[in-house]
């Protein structure tokens, strides 16, 4: 699968609240583009640390900053890249696969929500980026 930036999405979720604060709802397959089969979240990164910097073969993501903020850089290793500042908790980013990922300017309160499609597989992860672009130019 040949994923370009163009499939990268901002996407905004339904939030309800009142004075008893605020519900925000995401359902795989509705407000997330694929069924859920994990969840984890990035907290206590400093400021100067980066995240990621790899891509998937297989897996697609949705990034939610729950608390804080941080910024994800997404690139297509054919030289574009966007920059994402994640800063509401009922908003995120769709990354599907293929897309090289860097998260980093973690707040101090930042919780980092990442959503994925596939369970963890260490062998559908490509964590050099050259041989990232060797492979998206290929296809």
Known sequence: MQSKIE???????SQHGDIRGHLVIVEGGIDVPFAMQR?????GSDKAVVRGQ???????F?????????????????GNQIIYCL???HTGIYLP??????MYDF?????????????YDNSEYI?????????????
């Open 54 to 60: 790899h891509a998937n073969r297989k897996s697609e």
């Open 127 to 139: 964590k050099d980026y050259d041989e990232y672009v060797r492979e998206v130019n290929e296809n």
């Open 87 to 89: 800063t509401r908790p």
């Open 7 to 13: 499939d990268v999405k901002f996407l905004e979720f």
């Open 62 to 78: 949705v990034l939610i900053n729950v608390a804080g903020q941080s910024k994800v850089k997404v690139i297509d290793g054919k």
């Open 107 to 119: 707040s101090s309160d930042s919780v980092l929500l990442c959503i994925s499609s596939e369970h």
């Open 39 to 43: 969840i984890f979240y990035i907290y």
């Open 97 to 102: 696969a293929m897309i090289w990922k860097e």
